[in-house]
């Protein structure tokens, strides 16, 4: 008997300043989707936003060599017209496809504007809707949403252009008052990408200047001095909230070089939390994720301090599959497999 499988559209790369976590993400997905229940086509985004239907071999996916297969590429697009479901390639082909799975992270991938595309085309697809993805990926705009739910965070006050022109001001005179060190970060970029731990007044400025590459608004954080806490949750109606999770990046912050290029981290499954502690940091994990607008998957991080205080730092809608990402590690720890993972997402797309 003939099985009737799912088309699955694994949208890899990307526009974005985490173009290279998005190629590692796809072919870790790939190494895991079941074969006999989807069968999967390829769409790859170049660095500068051009679409490819990609038909060569999967293996050049991950050093991004895909994009020089010259004679496998085709410039595509998806259809619009709602519930037609389909790619629409320049050489005059529709590949019908059931669910899109964008494994993607960062600006143009993360924040929504994907996710709007898809859901004008009226096409399932893996991760939250346009709204929680905007809303998660623009630090604070969250922030904003999980204070009116008495979510504990670090304080922090947002610098845009306009705090640049004016030689970031009131950012010296917040910064004077909360006191050093703190953290810089983009308010709309992921991996630790802009990010950096600021000590005195001298270095303020030119954090500032290269967290505003991203994006053109950034936070400074007060800094707290704990463990970095990570939660994986998935589902639409009923939750899974994984156990937390911890990594000892091995240098002072867990920047975007210790997640991807160095081998000096540490991971802990379960973290190293008293069970009281644990509860609450899932519990708020939980709450953070409804509140936000979240369904499929989203990987949502704290940092716990030595007297097990909480503060949420941020929410991850589209999570990093690499080989030593998080999420997936923890939705293991579960008791799935690294196929039954993918498949559950695949399965909770709409």
């Known amino acids: 008997m003939e099985i009737n499988m799912k088309k699955v559209c694994l949208i890899f790369g990307g526009r974005s300043s985490e173009h290279e976590v998005s190629l590692m993400s796809a072919s870790a997905i790939l190494s895991g989707i079941d074969s006999s229940k989807y069968e999967t086509v390829f769409l790859g985004i170049t660095k500068d936003g051009k679409w490819y239907f990609y038909e060569g071999e999967s293996s050049k996916i991950k050093d991004g060599s895909w994009i020089n297969d010259s004679e496998n590429l085709t410039k595509a697009c998806l259809s619009t017209s709602f519930g ?18 964008p494994a993607v992270h960062g600006e143009n991938c993360e924040d929504g504007r994907l996710q709007g595309l898809f859901e004008l085309a009226g096409i399932p697809f893996v991760g939250p809707g346009s709204l929680a993805s905007a809303v998660c990926m623009d630090k604070s705009v969250t922030k904003s949403i999980l204070n009116e739910i008495n979510i504990p965070q670090a304080k ?13 001001a009131d950012a010296f005179a917040w910064a004077e008052k909360m ?7 983009p308010t709309s970029a992921g991996s630790s990408v802009g990010s950096s731990k600021v000590s005195s007044k001298d270095e303020l400025a030119g954090a500032l200047d ?15 001095k704990g463990r970095e806490i990570e939660v994986a ?16 990046p091995g240098f002072e912050f ?28 899932r519990e708020y ?24 205080d909480i503060f949420f730092n941020e929410i991850n809608t589209l999570p990093g599959f690499t080989s030593i990402s998080m999420y997936p590690k923890l939705m293991m720890n579960e008791g799935m497999s690294f196929t039954e993972l993918i498949s559950s997402l695949i399965e909770l797309a709409k």
Do not use: Q, W
């Not at 006191?179 to 970060?185: E, I, T």
């Not at 290269?210 to 707290?224: D, M, S, T």
């Not at 081998?263 to 940091?281: F, G």
């Open 84 to 101: 037609e479901k389909a790619l629409l390639l320049a050489d005059g082909r529709k590949i019908p496809v059931d669910v899109m799975y």
């Open 156 to 168: 922090a006050i947002v610098v845009n252009d306009y705090d640049k022109a004016g030689g970031y």
């Open 179 to 185: 006191g050093y060190p703190l953290f810089v970060k």
């Open 210 to 224: 290269n967290a505003l590459i991203y994006g053109g608004k950034a936070l400074i954080e007060e800094y707290i």
């Open 233 to 248: 949750v998935r589902g639409n109606d009923e939750l899974t909230v994984s156990v937390c999770g911890e990594i000892d």
């Open 254 to 281: 867990y920047d975007y070089d210790t997640k991807y290029k160095n081998d000096t981290a540490s991971y802990y499954i379960p973290a190293r939390l008293s069970e009281e502690t644990s509860k609450k940091v």
């Open 285 to 308: 994990a939980k709450k953070i994720y409804k509140a936000l607008g979240c369904r499929g998957l989203s990987r949502v991080d704290f940092f716990v301090t030595e007297s097990e």
